[in-house]
């Protein structure tokens, strides 16, 4: 018993320095806090990660949704080498994948949104020997129209002052146009009225000069 002492401390700490010596994997998951959508529209649930692990076979993704207004827990999404769908329930052909796991994207999309769609979306991702970390929540809002934001306004009001000063510039090109060419009419009117005096005049000294011929 004596003997083993030993040896099992010798192995107790090579465990030791092995533990501290790997890295701690976890994976880390990136999603919008807060996203609104309006009614009868889709959506994309975006999703990223970072792993410790290169993305290999092992990976797996899971969506699950929480009812706003309270009930269970229900499956949106899975992902494992392949995409599967939900076969039953509300998300019955109204989620696909818009994920790539190359590029660390394990985002879907909902497709025609229902007030009824809104609470938190959950995206949990397992990476081996990356299994640990925090799940990723996106808080869906399905609102009848879109509330415009400062940023909204502030983009409506730049894009008006772009338009309105596009549209003078156009109204002053096209008056200076049409002035230039008021100005050649009249140019040539008055080219045509003197070239008409002329031509009168020489008439009448022709018919003067016969006359006088005559005489």
Not at 59 to 87: C, S
Not at 193 to 200: A, F, H, N, R
Request: net charge neutral; hydrophobic share 40%; glycine share 6%.
């Amino acid at each position: 018993m004596y003997g083993q002492s030993p040896t099992r401390a010798v192995l107790f700490l090579l465990g030791v320095q092995l533990t501290a010596l790997w890295p701690v994997a976890a994976v880390e998951i990136y999603t919008p806090r807060v996203l609104e959508a309006v009614n009868g529209t889709d959506v994309r649930l975006k999703c990223t990660f970072s792993s410790f692990a290169p993305v290999g076979d092992a990976l797996t993704v899971t969506w699950n949704f929480r009812p706003r207004d309270g009930g269970p827990e229900q499956f949106v999404f899975y992902y494992h080498v392949d995409p599967f769908k939900p076969m039953s329930g509300r998300f019955k052909d109204r989620v696909v994948w818009d994920g790539n796991p190359e590029r660390y994207d394990v985002s879907i999309l909902l497709w025609k949104l229902q007030l009824d769609d809104n609470g938190t979306y959950t995206c949990q991702v397992k990476n081996p020997p990356d299994v640990d970390g925090l799940i990723g929540e996106i808080q869906l809002s399905v609102v009848q129209t879109v509330r415009f934001s400062e940023i909204h306004f502030l983009a409506l009001a730049i894009g008006s002052a772009c338009a309105l000063m596009v549209m003078i510039v156009i109204v002053v090109v096209l008056f200076q146009h049409f002035r230039k060419k008021r100005r050649a009419e009249r140019a040539h009117k008055v080219v045509e009225i003197k070239s008409k005096e002329e031509e009168k005049l020489n008439q009448e000294k022709k018919a003067s000069v016969s006359l006088e011929y005559t005489d």
